[in-house]
């Protein structure tokens, strides 16, 4: 039995958490098996780890390692046994966030990215990523009114525009996967973007 693993991606503020569970609600009515994760976390391991990246100062390549230190716990003990048992797993950011962040934020080299990728992944890969779009000032301005920054979030706005143009960049590459969703309408307006994909997707 192998379950279904869709992604959510977009820089902070952008919007994705707030669709997460509209879209395991549609899942669920259709009679699926749901789960949801995130990262980074998704496990006991990777979500300490998510504490220290997010909040103690390191280098570029330390955090990248951390993410995917993190990202290997979470696929070999949450992710996979989810698709073997037949799951929907709906996962809040997975390895395009590091091509985006470490890769064209932090501007670490993308061929380093691609084997840890390779490496850490194998075969596990999203069949679809939802990659909700919006400008840096945009998002900063929801975020300034959500929440305390983290030390990721706490970057200006050229380091947001540049983790845009890698994710840009990254559905122009897997233009079947990654599905961009324009996050700059209201929640509304986004939604039904969202259900208008899934529908495209899944319904028979
Ligand atoms: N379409 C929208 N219009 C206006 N505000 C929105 C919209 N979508 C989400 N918000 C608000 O913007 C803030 C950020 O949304 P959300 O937490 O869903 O973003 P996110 O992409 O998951 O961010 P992060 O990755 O940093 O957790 C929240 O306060 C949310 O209520
Ligand atoms: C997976 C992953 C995440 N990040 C960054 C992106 C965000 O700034 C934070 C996570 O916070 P969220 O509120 O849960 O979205 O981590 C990253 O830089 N690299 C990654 O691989």
Same mark, same amino acid.
């Given at each position: 039995m192998t379950g279904r693993f869709i992604s959510f991606e977009g820089i902070d503020g952008a919007g994705k958490s707030t669709h997460i569970q509209a879209v395991a609600d549609w899942f669920r009515a259709r009679g699926d098996d749901v789960q949801l994760s995130r990262e980074p976390g998704g496990t006991? +391991? *990777?979500e300490s780890l998510r504490s220290l990246v997010l909040n103690e100062p390191m280098g570029s390549l330390t955090e990248l390692l951390l993410m995917f230190a993190g990202r290997r716990d979470h696929v070999e003990t949450v992710i996979r046994p989810a698709l073997a048992a037949g799951r929907t797993l709906l996962c809040d950011r997975f390895t395009d966030a590091s091509f985006a962040y470490q890769g064209g934020g932090r501007g670490l080299p993308l061929p380093v990215l691609e084997t840890l990728a390779d490496w850490v992944q194998e075969d596990t890969e999203p069949? +679809?990523?939802l990659w909700f779009d919006l400008p840096s000032a945009q998002a900063a301005a929801r975020r300034a009114g959500a929440r305390e920054a983290d030390r990721i979030e706490q970057q200006d706005l050229d380091f947001f525009d540049r983790v845009r143009g890698a994710y840009a960049a990254r559905a122009a590459q897997a233009p079947?996967? !990654?599905?961009? !969703?324009? *996050?700059s309408g209201s929640v509304d307006e986004v939604g039904a973007q969202v259900l208008a994909v899934l529908r495209q997707r899944y319904s028979s």
């Open positions: 006991p +391991l *990777a069949e +679809l990523t079947q996967r !990654i599905v961009r !969703i324009d *996050a």
